[in-house]
């Protein structure tokens, strides 16, 4: 899949709800009711990082929740890419980005939002194809004020940001033309998932979703 389609689809994926949850799963028990309190709140987009042993069972348990479109993120190598695919991911996330893993998300056709926070790093994507980019850290390299200003010269490029964005800042962004939807972990805190307490996921969901 050439970078131009992915970032088609990547673009798509992004407009579905302003608020992609980035998310840590230490549990597979809580793979399933996570994803659909998060659907029934009102954001279908969700992320699983590859960070923790379970993350590719809970993609798989994830993938079945109707409604959801579950994705891999901390995508750092083409093993994670294959296994990512896979495991039934429909797109994927990486805080940066290296050729060995934009042609493995070419070979394997997982529409990939590739990490960008320079001027040449955006640039570099760009000349590549990829004109959706995910914006890591986003709060610690500048946060909004920083894509505002990047907008001006690159308007070619919409970003996800994520890194330090929670309901208090997330509309600094997404009040902006090159800011297609946040990412963020607030949307399902540990503590809640610990006492599988999915109402309180809904709850945080719906307020992500009436963002915008
Ligand atoms: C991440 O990959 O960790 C995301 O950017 C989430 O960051 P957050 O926990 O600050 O929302």
Redesign the pocket.
């Known amino acids: 899949m050439t970078p131009a389609e992915q970032s088609r689809l990547a673009a798509e994926i992004c407009g579905l709800a302003p608020v992609v949850p980035?998310l840590v799963i230490d549990d597979i028990a809580h793979a399933r009711p996570l994803a659909q309190a998060l659907v029934q709140g009102g954001l279908p987009a969700l992320e699983v990082?590859l960070r923790t042993p379970c993350a590719l069972d809970a993609i798989r348990v994830m993938a079945e929740v109707e409604g959801g479109v579950v994705g891999a993120?901390?995508l750092l190598t083409p093993a994670d890419v294959k296994a990512a695919k896979a495991a039934g991911a429909k797109f994927g996330v990486s805080?940066g980005a290296t050729q060995r893993l934009l042609d493995a998300c070419a070979e394997y056709d997982l529409p990939l939002l590739p990490g960008a926070v320079t001027a040449s790093e955006v640039m570099a994507l760009l000349e590549m194809g990829y004109t959706v980019q995910k914006f890591?850290?986003a709060e610690q390299s500048g946060g909004a004020a920083f894509l505002k200003s990047l907008g001006a010269p690159i308007p070619q490029v919409s970003f996800c940001p994520?890194?330090?964005?929670?309901l208090k800042n997330a509309r600094d962004y997404l009040g902006l033309k090159n800011i297609l939807c946040v990412?963020?972990?607030?949307v399902a805190p540990k503590d809640a998932m610990l006492a599988g307490d999915w109402a309180a996921i809904v709850t945080l969901a719906a307020e992500a979703r009436a963002l915008r």
């Open positions: 980035v990082t993120g901390t805080p890591f850290p994520t890194g330090g964005i929670s990412g963020g972990s607030w």
